[in-house]
């Protein structure tokens, strides 16, 4: 499954399926970018890590992109699981802006089906 | 598993009150946070310390005031509560080097209802 646009507040997949979800930023000069998942009733838990200068980087079952012409981010998750339901809220760090505190963005709640 | 704990997980107390929500952390982190989220929400900063004696405001205005007299405590105080206090807190800490790159580790948050 795909997200549509820029940002969806909910997206459905299949399990074993793709996910991708994806995240706009305003920021040009944010220097570090970062996905976390939220599961109900829990605080958020980082999930990966992206710094400026890349536009990919890889985890277990996860994948970020990052477009930074467009100033796009995105977070693929691999044959999605039961597990990986949750709120999956991006993130920026900017240094010496928010004095290098994060921002978080509005999150996107992903559903899986079995 | 992240070693920072928070109590109450869930609070329902009257106008008016005095009320702290605790957040310890046992991973010696000297930077500490408080978000703020309401449901389904993103979070917003309301208050962070770089170490002992170190307390900042956040992004967002908040009424509710700090303390950090030990690294491992960060106590988040509201004097006198109002139903616009009613949220969820989540308290967080990193290492100052890993701050840099956004990894915080959070609680598992306190649901504050102000009746």
């Known amino acids: 499954g795909e997200s549509v646009g820029l940002h969806l507040p909910t997206l459905s997949v299949q399990e074993g399926d793709n996910s991708i979800i994806n995240c706009a930023y305003s920021n040009s000069a944010s220097d570090y970018f970062i996905w976390y998942k939220q599961e109900s009733g829990k605080g958020p838990q980082f999930i990966i890590d992206i710094r400026s200068n890349m536009d990919k980087r890889q985890g277990q079952r996860v994948t970020v992109l990052l477009n930074k012409t467009v100033k796009h981010l995105s977070l693929q998750i691999a044959a999605t699981q039961p597990g990986d339901s949750a709120v999956y809220f991006c993130a920026e760090i900017t240094y010496g802006g928010s004095q290098g505190n994060l921002i978080f963005g509005k999150g996107t709640k992903l559903s899986v089906k079995p | 598993e992240a070693d920072i704990y928070q109590t109450p997980r869930y609070l329902v107390i009257g106008t008016g009150k005095k009320i702290t929500l605790e957040c310890s952390q046992t991973m010696g982190h000297d930077k500490m946070y408080w978000y703020q989220q309401d449901p389904g929400m993103e979070l917003h900063l309301i208050h962070y310390s770089y170490g002992v004696n170190s307390t900042e405001k956040g992004d967002l205005s908040s009424e509710s005031t700090v303390s950090r007299i030990r690294t491992e405590h960060f106590p988040l105080t509201l004097e006198s509560a109002r139903p616009s206090h009613t949220s969820q807190y989540l308290c967080?800490?990193?290492?100052?080097?890993?701050?840099?790159?956004?990894?915080?580790?959070f609680g598992e948050g306190s649901r504050l209802t102000v009746l």
């Open positions: 967080a800490s990193s290492e100052m080097g890993r701050a840099n790159t956004g990894e915080l580790f």
